[in-house]
């Protein structure tokens, strides 16, 4: 089993800056992918950024070169840093973990971009 709590949403204004913090716990030997989701209102759900066990790392293209995705390994915790945030950012973001045979969803943290 592994549990995951996400922290660091908030109100921002535009062109301003937040960093998500994802921490799982339990079973996290077992954990290769981590992805970061968000659903905005009337909206599906999207894959914005996830890194992989060899550290490779994937962003949707709306937000590559304004957010990044990494890990602290001996924090066992996976960042989300996002810059340049922008209104259409506005959505609930969601930590996802994976590994063989499961995945974990976080609470989900709510990141409001407006002025």
């Known amino acids: 089993q592994v549990q995951v709590v996400e922290s660091g949403g908030g109100l921002v204004q535009p062109g301003g800056s937040l960093r998500l913090d994802c921490k799982p716990s339990?079973?996290?030997?077992?954990?290769?992918?981590v992805g970061w989701y968000r659903q905005a209102p009337g909206k599906q759900r999207e894959l914005v950024a996830a890194i992989f066990s060899g550290g490779r790392t994937n962003y949707v293209d709306s937000v590559k070169g304004r957010f990044i995705i990494s890990r602290d390994s001996a924090k066992n915790t996976v960042y989300l840093q996002m810059n340049s945030l922008k209104p259409e950012d506005t959505a609930v973001y969601s930590c996802?973990?994976?590994?063989?045979?499961?995945?974990?969803w976080g609470q989900g943290t709510q990141v409001t971009v407006s002025s």
């Open positions: 996802n973990v994976g590994g063989p045979g499961f995945a974990s």
């Open positions: 339990g079973s996290i030997f077992s954990i290769d992918t």
